[in-house]
């Protein structure tokens, strides 16, 4: 299984990007898929997770209302709709999936089994 993260780049304060996640396979659809974020000198962290058939979704409270997660099964990929976007998001963003979600999805690193390379996404103020 490949994952792989596109759409990342620099945008004014304000402004808004989609990062798409592409992966590889025929068993997306039994996947959970998370978004997860990384800033120069700080930890990942979770950003948002979607469940296999997108009918629940999860934030951070940092990008509630302003992210929106989103999934098309017959595109094997999920999408993050980032708008109003803060200097304070500037991170690489990592996709991630969990085959064997047991809640419908995951907030945290360890379920998901496989990663993203990451996309790099600046906010410049």
């Known amino acids: 299984v490949q994952l792989q993260a596109s759409g990342g780049g620099l945008v004014q304060a304000g402004g808004s990007l989609r990062l798409s996640c592409v992966v590889s396979?025929?068993?997306?659809?039994?996947?959970?898929m998370g978004w997860f974020r990384q800033a120069p000198g700080k930890e990942r962290e979770f950003v948002a997770a979607?469940?296999?058939?997108?009918?629940?979704?999860w934030y951070t409270d940092s990008v509630k209302g302003r992210f929106t997660i989103s999934r098309d099964n017959a595109k094997n990929t999920v999408y993050l709709q980032m708008n109003s976007l803060k200097p304070e998001d500037t991170a690489v963003y990592y996709c991630?999936?969990?085959?064997?979600?047991?809640?419908?999805?995951?907030?945290?690193?360890?379920?998901?089994?496989?990663w993203g390379q990451g996309t790099l996404v600046t906010v410049s103020s």
């Open positions: 991630a999936a969990d085959e064997r979600p047991r809640y419908g999805y995951s907030v945290t690193e360890a379920p998901y089994d496989y």
């Open positions: 979607i469940n296999r058939s997108g009918s629940s979704t």
């Open positions: 396979g025929r068993t997306f659809s039994s996947y959970a």
